[in-house]
């Protein structure tokens, strides 16, 4: 990448601190849009999120020494071919400023950007996928035109961490066009001009504007996190380096509290939860079968023949209101039946859930005028409806009265 701004990030990429000298300083949409002569914080690109760090003033143009003076860098784009460093003040034109770069950060994606390549490239070379979308943020997202299993992956990922361990050297170099020509290389797009290989023995040759390390053992790791289907292909999410060891942290001390919940070994959690919900299903069926049978009993304790009957079911759900809603139009205990389930709602505020059916009336219409004046939310058929009311059982009862003739 040619560039008016000395790119140190290339030819340094180890390189965490720098001077130069500030060319230009000009507001920009709230911010202070920078350039140097030289720098060593990589803009966003390619997937990589730009480098942060700070801008420590040395000289201003008037040769004031400003020592103290300390910059946050929020942001670095690459516009009009050069370096563009988004500050919040302004730093003067004419300056000599020190650049720090946020090194953890920055070796965190040159870690988890190195990764990506290994993966990217072993699915390439083993099914001929090609990587057609890549982002760096909280996860590495990488989209493939292509869809192979899980067992796959976890072979793919193995292999990538047999080229990490092997601590194998990673070349970044620009071939002549001469040379471009003759070498296999993955590239999202046609290139022209300069373009820069990284280069990972048996994994991967690829056109790449990023940041890396020099050698695979530097990476740590690759954990392939989650696989999904994705516009014809699949989307994995991963973690590599410092961002995979803390992944592996928090999911080892979660197993490790659900085990002593479970009193099961390390390895035997799946197992011990399968057994709990096993055991739950087993009993919610139970409960089931149960709560059919109350249903049942209780339906006969109603006379026959109302015009409207409410009842108040406190713990039954919104499926067993509407079973007990039809079981009782059925029984013919009412030409219109309204069974309420009363909770709390998301916001503490007192509220039920209804199932009204009726032979006689239009629910669906009732339903209008039931939400509006209940604060409620819902609706079906003509024959029933249901949803839920933000009100007092009084209120919903009174409510249900008067529209339904009772």
Known sequence: MQSGTRTLYYEEPYRTEFEADVLCCVPEDGRYAVTMDQSAFYPEGGGQPADTGILRILNSADQTTFEDTVIPVLDVQEKDNSIVHYTDRPVPAGSRVRGTIDWDRRFCMMQEHSGEHILSGLLHRKFGFENVGFHMGEEIRMDFSGECSWEELMEIEKAANEIIFRDLPIRVFCPSEEELARIDYRSKKELTGTVRLVEIPEADMCACCGTHVLRTGEIGAVKILSMIRYKGGMRLMMHAGRKAMEDYRIKTDLNREICEMLSAKPYESAAAVRRILDADSRKNLRIAELQKELFQYKSETFPDGQKLLIDTEPEASTV???????????KKKGETVCVLA?????????????????????CRAAAKELNADLDGRGGGSPQMIQGSFRASENSIRSAVSRVFGG
């Open 320 to 330: 067993e209101i509407r079973r007990f809603c039809d079981l009782l139009l059925k």
């Open 342 to 362: 009363g909770h709390t709602d998301e916001s503490g505020t007192e509220a039920f859930s209804y199932c009204i059916g009726s032979v006689s009336y239009d």
